[in-house]
């Protein structure tokens, strides 16, 4: 039940559905291409399927009401068979993927405790990058703009100022602040943080 539960919850809810959202494009939502569309109604259909020990009226329910003509219902979901995958795991594949959500959500933690907007757009430049993450890096710079808000991400030294430095495996990803917050309003919040903290200790 904990492993279906954060497959459901961490994998497809979280992550999956977010990286086959459509992106907009000057301002206009794409479509889904019809193979993320296949896929994700086929695993939606296995959650069910694996879900319906645990939950079986609404389980139940779900099922009958996501049939459409692509996916009839010839039988009720508690008649179904208990999914037998046959598919191979693609090592580099599932490694790449782990690498961008751990970049993504560095970002995204990164933001949130200097208290910079989610959809805020930044500039990165990578250091000590090796072949593998440069590669993972082309492969996946629509994605990473898209979810991380990182709009270009060059080599070498940062301007100067502050910036906030990630490490993601080998590779340094410094993010320049300037302009993005105020930076002096940044250090007196620090600064009272750090006294208050303190004072308490």
Request: proline fraction near 5%; hydrophobic fraction near 50%.
């Amino acid at each position: 039940a904990d492993a279906i539960y954060h497959f459901v919850w961490d994998q497809f809810c979280d992550w999956y559905l977010e990286l086959i959202k459509p992106a907009f494009v000057d301002g206009e939502k794409q479509d889904m291409d019809s193979e993320s569309k296949i896929v994700a109604g086929w695993v939606l259909d296995q959650i069910l399927v694996m879900l319906h020990p645990f939950m079986p009226f609404v389980t139940e329910e779900l099922w009958h009401a996501l049939a459409d003509p692509e996916r009839p219902r010839k039988y009720d979901l508690i008649h179904a068979k208990w999914p037998e995958p046959k598919a191979a795991v693609d090592a580099n594949a599932t490694a790449e993927i782990n690498w961008l959500i751990r970049l993504v959500g560095e970002v995204r933690t990164a933001k949130n405790e200097l208290g910079i907007a989610p959809g805020a757009k930044m500039d990165a430049f990578v250091r000590d990058a090796s072949a593998a993450t440069a590669a993972r890096i082309a492969n996946q710079s629509a994605t990473i703009s898209r979810l991380a808000r990182l709009k270009n991400i060059g080599t070498g030294d940062a301007p100067e100022g502050g910036s906030i430095q990630l490490v993601v495996d080998e590779a340094t990803f410094v993010l320049p602040l300037a302009g993005v917050i105020d930076l002096d309003a940044e250090r007196a919040r620090i600064t009272k943080a750090i006294e208050a903290a303190t004072k308490e200790a």
